[in-house]
């Protein structure tokens, strides 16, 4: 069963960090966000809102249930495992036009972000 929180909080997050990617990135953000979480719905919220993690949680902007639909959707499918992985096992993620933070490898890039 699909906890609600979790595909919530993951759903604020696909929005906030990737709406206007394609499904393929919207899917690699929702799946770092899930293997931080160590595949645990339970942790999802918890990772989510965890400290300096995503930066949109420091400064949330209001958002419409009709705006998240689609992204608890997608949630839900990737919480189910219903969609494919394309971020190769990525733990980290950042916007191509921002320098590698990390001095870490990238493992691919899905049009506008880099996964680690």
Same mark, same amino acid.
């Given at each position: ?30 799946? *770092? ?29 209001? *958002? ?53």
């Amino acid at each position: 069963m699909i906890s609600a929180a979790a595909a919530m909080c993951m759903a604020l997050t696909i929005y906030h960090e990737a709406r206007g990617e394609p499904l393929a990135g919207q899917a690699a953000v929702g799946y *770092v966000l899930y293997r931080r979480a160590d595949f645990d719905q339970d942790l999802v919220c918890h990772e989510t809102y965890r400290r300096n993690q995503f930066e949109w949680t420091k400064n949330p902007k209001k *958002v419409t249930m009709q705006q998240l639909e689609p992204y608890v959707i997608l949630s839900a499918k990737i919480l189910n495992h219903e969609i494919r992985d394309g971020s190769r096992g990525a733990e980290f993620f950042h916007n191509i036009n921002m320098p590698n933070p990390w001095g870490m490898k990238p493992k691919i890039t899905i049009n506008n972000h880099v996964f680690y």
